[in-house]
Every structure is written in C-alpha cells, then in structure tokens.
C-alpha cells in the first residue's frame, strides 16, 4: 500500500472517499472545536461535499448521547442535551463550582446576549466585575464586539465552552425562563438603548453564520 508524507508522518492510502463517518472519528480524537476549513482541509473535500457530510454526521448522531455542537463556524462533539442529568452528575451539582453571582450573571448574558456589563448590572443590580471575571477566566463567556455609545463598552456572549460545558447543540437549546427569572426578557436596558424586542431581532453574536464555511 502506498503512502503519502505530510508534516514528518507517513499517511495510508486513502481507499474510499471522506465519510461522516471520518468526520466523527476527526472530531472525536482532537481535543478542541476544529474550524469548518480545518476539518474540510484534513478530509480533503470540497465545502460542498463537508456540508453533506456534517449533515449526515448530525443525523446519525440524533437519539445517541453524544450530538454534534455546531457553534459559528466550529465543531465539535460533546454529550447531548438530554444526557444533561447524567453528566452533571458526574462534573457536580449544577454543572459548576461557581458561586451563585457567576452562575446569575451567566444566565442574564446567555439570554440576553449581546449585552454589557452595565446591562447586566441594571439587571442583576450588583456589581458585575467578579462575576464576568470569573466567566470569562472559564471561557464560558467573551467579548464579542463595542457599543456604538459613549465609552464605547464592550458586550458580551456565550463561548462554545459554554454550550459544551451544559450539554447545549445551540443556543436554541436554552430552556424557557419561568417566574421571576423570565423578567430577564422583558427589562428595557437604558445602558444600551435598546428594547428587548431589538435585542431579540438582532440575536445572539456569537453563533452568527452557523453553517457556513469559511473562505
């Protein structure tokens, strides 16, 4: 059999055209979300062709416990929504160590986002500065981008870490709020002038172009 070097290591043959299959075993063995261009690149197939084959890795992989995480324009597999109780068994009550400040101002960015710090502040109504400290140290949280206002603030959203780390495929995933926690929908921020309305229409920043392949 024939072999081919790249990189100081001899490859086997290919005998079969990239599979879902090969996809799967890619994403199982690398530690960390592979770019859509990454993986294309490494299965040697065109976007169209890695489009398919995502697809038909998502299908295969639905009622397993393990689902494809599809976030912006990375992948990566993590345990499925449903295996949640289980796996946070496992990691500890509640998925997390945090404290409950953190684990507060987490839920108002996770939906709210895009949102700032004095977006949450007017929410939670304490100083936000350790808890935004403490999730962006985890990586569950990051700054995507500047209001267009005075100081220019930055505003921030969930990470894929997020989504991996509370067994989400997509923010869309996120359960409904009930009580007083739904009130986290409806407040009208002054800090970034925006309704809750607009800030849903513009949607969440950080998954922005799932889908889509990179150039």
Known sequence: MSTEKRAGLALPERTHPATSADLEALLFVVDRPLTRREAAKLLEVDRATFDRLVAELQAALAGRGITLLIHGDELQLTSGPKQARAVLAWIGTGGSDMTAAPLETLTVIAYRQPVTKAGIEEIRGVD??????????????????????????????????????????????????????????????????????????????TPAGEGALAD
């Open 128 to 205: 936000a500065d350790y808890a935004l400290r403490v999730l962006l140290e985890r990586g569950l949280v990051e700054e995507v981008d500047r209001l267009e206002t005075a100081g220019r603030p930055h505003r921030y959203a969930t990470t894929m870490e997020f989504l991996r780390k509370f067994g989400l495929s997509s923010l869309s995933d996120l359960p409904p709020l009930e009580g007083d926690a739904a009130s986290i929908l409806s407040i009208q921020l002054s800090s970034d002038g925006r309704s809750p309305a607009e800030s849903s229409e513009e949607g969440p920043t």
